[in-house]
C-alpha cells in the first residue's frame, strides 16, 4: 500500500493550493483520510480529516480557509488552501486508516510534500 501526495509548492500570502493525495495497492477499505503538517520545530498536526460518509473536521486555524474532500471510488483524498498565510509554511502529510486485504486497519502516510508561503 502507498500514498503519493502532489501540489505542494511556493505561493504567495493571500495565495492557494490544492493538495492530492492517492491510495493505491491491495487495498479492502479506507476508513477515515486526512491530511497533516509539521512546521520546523513542531509537532506533527492535524489539518484536516474526512471519514468514509464525508464528515469533516478542521483545526481551528484554517477553519473557513481550507477544504478537504474525497474521491471514494479514487481511493483519493484532497485540501484545497484558501487565503494561505506564512504560518501555514509546512510538510504536509497525507494519512489514510485503511484495510489491505487480508491484513488489519491501520494508519499510512504519504512521504509529506512541502508547502511554502512566502512573498
Known amino acids: 500500500v502507498q500514498l503519493v501526495e502532489s501540489g505542494g509548492g511556493l505561493v504567495q500570502p493571500g495565495g492557494s493550493l490544492r493538495l492530492s493525495c492517492a491510495a493505491s495497492?491491495?487495498?479492502?477499505?479506507?476508513?477515515?483520510m486526512g491530511w497533516y503538517r509539521q512546521a520546523p520545530g513542531k509537532q506533527r498536526e492535524l489539518v484536516a480529516g474526512i471519514t468514509s460518509g464525508g464528515n469533516t473536521n478542521y483545526a481551528d486555524s484554517v477553519k473557513g480557509r481550507f477544504t478537504i474532500s474525497r474521491d471514494n471510488a479514487k481511493n483519493a483524498v484532497y485540501l484545497q488552501m484558501n487565503s494561505l498565510k506564512p504560518e501555514d509554511t509546512a510538510v504536509y502529510y497525507c494519512?489514510?486508516?485503511?484495510?489491505?486485504?487480508?491484513?488489519?486497519?491501520?494508519?499510512?502516510w504519504g512521504q509529506g510534500t512541502q508547502v511554502t508561503v512566502s512573498s
Open positions: 495497492g491491495s487495498i479492502f477499505s479506507i476508513n477515515a
Open positions: 494519512n489514510a486508516n485503511l484495510r489491505p486485504y487480508g491484513l488489519d486497519n491501520n494508519d499510512y
